[in-house]
């Protein structure tokens, strides 16, 4: 998704802004092949299975055996879902639940690899120009049905689910008043960007309804990764009749609005405290589906989320550094998993001093990442070097391993960051102590996990280069709307890929893109991606790529941190989750112990 990760967030689990994704148990992430993924047969085997498949959750010897709901399973969100609207969400926390609660045309395996789901078979077709697998053609099932617990939408309850109900999304995507974030990702159809800056009518943007269970769609460039794709929740179907009728305000903002058409239905939300997941009988594969209930609580403090699960009342947590060695020290087996985000600062550049960018470079290098991943992560997470993860396709293995020689790098280099920030300062006309008296904050999630990470950043600063950042806490939910709006200055972030591609990354940092919240702009980057967007030559379409890296490395809109692996432990009873660097937690593979 974006599918970005807001704030620092809690590490048992706390939502976080989202290209949505994540993998397990020691294994890197998963990679999907970067050939077409054309075919009238779908099957799995279209995209290369993870380096290492995502494991399930260590079990049989752990010494918890979880909570005592036979029926149900129980784990932390860790916050609230600030957004479950398919059409304007962009967080991995709102998309942990989404992906048990909805199905788009495909979905990802347990090794990431797009497999049918709504269309149960597809075929694609040369364009009018000759390029091929450009216009495709999905052949919808006739068994998916809308759901909903609400008895006040009862009427709704089996109404079918065809073409027409992703015309009606992606039109809304498109539609700039939807107001939706990830409204790029349909410039991936013709036209698709015309139509959003309304220089074309819907009709000639390459997306059709042929028929109830036929639908067309035509691409404006080349996509190697579509069926990857088309799997993200944005691009999931929404009715048009039930939308208008529940209305904008209320749909999906409550477990009795929640409409669903996955494995299960939303019974029960109470905010900011816990959801409740049922069964959904009438999804088409709920034979498939073994655990009866799921429930999400949204515990935000690290300690309360573990004393909860040492007292039997959840069966999965996300841990910080020091409870991993804790509970690995009483001989609780554990997992982990890269989730593919790379976390780092970002700078809001519209600001005086930080629209400077040797202060902001200054910044980033002025921090001493080993020994924060020592120290206060004391997990497997690394120092990161570039804004793209290490496990996205480049033409000829993963993409990363060709940056280290094309000279795109910075290190922890203090002597080097005051140098900078002497040089970026007498550039935006400042000195220290003005810069330091425009009171500028770090702003991170009201958990005590974010709040010890922003401090050490705070003491890097204060230390090295005699800069005073104060900090600002505010819930996720909070936190996710002050960004949007503009209301921060410094923010830690993390971006996780929502499909296998640098693009996914990349984009991020266009002018105009709606999750560009750092406000950055720069025209030659902009072209880059452009570029990249309609080049169809691999090797090509990654020297464009490896350019921006090389601009973002000199401009620091956002300056890495670390790429993060995470560490969770589940219960005896809970057994058999995906957990993959592009799907963060799945618990639709998951069964129930004995």
């Avoid at 070097?385 to 922890?412: H, K, M, Q, V, W």
């Avoid at 589940?570 to 963060?584: A, E, I, P, Y």
């Amino acid at each position: 998704m974006k599918k970005f990760f807001a704030a620092l967030a809690a590490l048992s689990l706390t939502l976080s802004m989202a290209a949505c994704s994540n993998n397990n148990s020691a294994s890197s992430a998963s990679s999907e092949a970067s050939g077409s993924e054309a075919s009238s047969a779908p099957a799995s085997s279209e995209a290369a299975s993870s380096e290492a498949a995502s494991s399930s959750a260590a079990q049989g010897a752990g010494l918890y055996p979880g909570t005592p709901d036979p029926d149900m399973i129980s784990i932390n969100l860790g916050s609230e879902p600030p957004d479950m609207s398919t059409l304007t969400t962009d967080t991995t926390g709102s998309f942990n639940v989404l992906r048990h609660t909805m199905v788009g045309l495909t979905s990802l395996d347990e090794n990431d690899a797009p497999v049918p789901a709504i269309a149960e078979s597809w075929e694609s077709a040369p364009n009018d120009a000759g390029v091929e697998n450009m216009k495709w053609t999905f052949h919808l099932s006739k068994d998916y049905t809308w759901n909903v617990s609400g008895a006040e939408y009862a009427q709704y309850v089996g109404k079918p689910i065809t073409a027409h109900d992703f015309v009606y999304a992606w039109t809304k995507v498109l539609t700039p008043a939807t107001g939706a974030q990830y409204s790029y990702m349909g410039f991936i159809f013709k036209n698709g960007e015309k139509f959003f800056r309304g220089e074309c009518g819907i009709e000639e943007v390459g997306f059709k309804a042929v028929d109830d269970y036929t639908l067309e769609i035509e691409l404006e460039n080349p996509l190697a990764y579509i069926l990857s794709q088309l799997a993200f929740a944005t691009f999931c179907p929404v009715n048009q009749e039930i939308y208008e009728a529940v209305g904008e305000e209320k749909y999906n903002r409550d477990a009795a609005s929640m409409f669903c058409n996955g494995p299960y239905i939303m019974t029960d939300w109470i905010h900011n405290d816990s959801l409740i997941l049922a069964k959904n009988d009438s999804y088409p594969k709920a034979s498939e589906i073994k655990v009866p209930k799921i429930k999400m609580l949204m515990i935000t403090d690290s300690n309360t989320a573990l004393n909860a699960f040492r007292a039997g009342e959840l069966d999965m947590i996300g841990l910080n550094g020091e409870q991993s060695q804790m509970l690995q020290a009483e001989g609780q087996p554990l997992s982990t998993y890269s989730d593919g985000s790379v976390w780092y600062f970002q700078f809001l550049t519209t600001l005086k001093g930080l629209d400077n960018a040797k202060i902001r470079k200054a910044l980033t290098m002025a921090n001493d990442t080993d020994t924060f991943i020592k120290n206060i992560l004391q997990d497997q997470s690394v120092p990161a070097y570039y804004f793209t993860c290490a496990s996205l396709n480049g033409a000829n293995g993963f993409f990363t391993d060709r940056l280290p020689n094309e000279g795109i790098s910075f290190g922890y280099d203090v002597e080097g960051a005051k140098k900078m920030l002497e040089e970026g300062l007498a550039e935006a006309g400042l000195t220290l102590e003005e810069f330091n008296a425009l009171g500028y904050a770090i702003t991170t999630d009201d958990t005590d996990t974010a709040l010890k990470n922003a401090q050490y950043f705070q003491e890097q600063w204060k230390q090295n280069l005699g800069v005073e950042i104060q900090i600002k806490q505010m819930t996720y939910k909070d936190r996710v709307a002050a960004t949007h709006s503009g209301n921060f200055e410094i923010s830690m972030f993390g971006w996780s890929p929502d499909y296998n591609d640098p693009m996914t990354f990349l984009d991020l940092w266009v002018s105009d893109s709606t999750n560009n919240d750092s406000k950055y702009n720069n025209p030659a980057y902009d072209e880059l991606i452009n570029l990249a967007r309609t080049e169809g030559n691999t090797e090509t379409r990654e020297g464009y790529f490896v350019e921006c890296e090389k601009i973002l490395n000199e401009d620091m809109p956002c300056g890495p941190i670390y790429a993060r692996m995470r560490n969770y432990v589940c219960s005896d009873k809970l057994v058999g989750m995906t957990r993959t660097t592009f799907q963060d937690i799945n618990c639709n593979t998951a069964s129930i112990a004995g």
